[in-house]
């Protein structure tokens, strides 16, 4: 499981796998696959959490490291981290099943 990226796995997965293992693979795939969504689900969130607090820390930290740093360009450092952030919880919402719908606007003509 840590080839296909997941870092932990709950001991119950670990068990209903050691269990399911003589079991046709795509029933036991079908019995794994809502804890393993769970568990992805929680990661994203997780990141996204992660990502929040950094972001909110780089705010505060922006303008002692732009006194150090006079050739760098602070929107690109918000902007990225942002961009991070809105994507985990974009992610976090299609796999929960709530998908995101992005809108675009425009301004009429008269």
């Given amino acids: 499981m840590r080839r296909q990226g997941y870092d932990s ?17 795509e029933e036991a795939r079908a019995k794994l696959a809502p804890q393993l969504d769970q568990a992805i689900i929680n990661q994203n969130r997780s990141n996204a959490l992660q990502t929040a ?12 490291y732009m006194e150090r740093n006079p050739n760098a360009d602070p929107s690109t450092i ?11 919880v974009e992610k976090t919402a299609m796999l929960e ?11 009429p003509q008269f």
């Fill in 9 to 25: 796995v709950s001991e119950a997965v670990l068990i209903s796998l050691k269990h399911t293992r003589a079991q046709d693979p």
């Fill in 53 to 64: 607090r950094l972001e909110q820390y780089v705010l505060e930290s922006l303008p002692s």
């Fill in 78 to 88: 918000v902007r990225n981290l942002s961009q991070s952030m809105a994507q985990s």
């Fill in 97 to 107: 099943g709530k998908p995101q719908k992005t809108v675009a606007l425009t301004m």
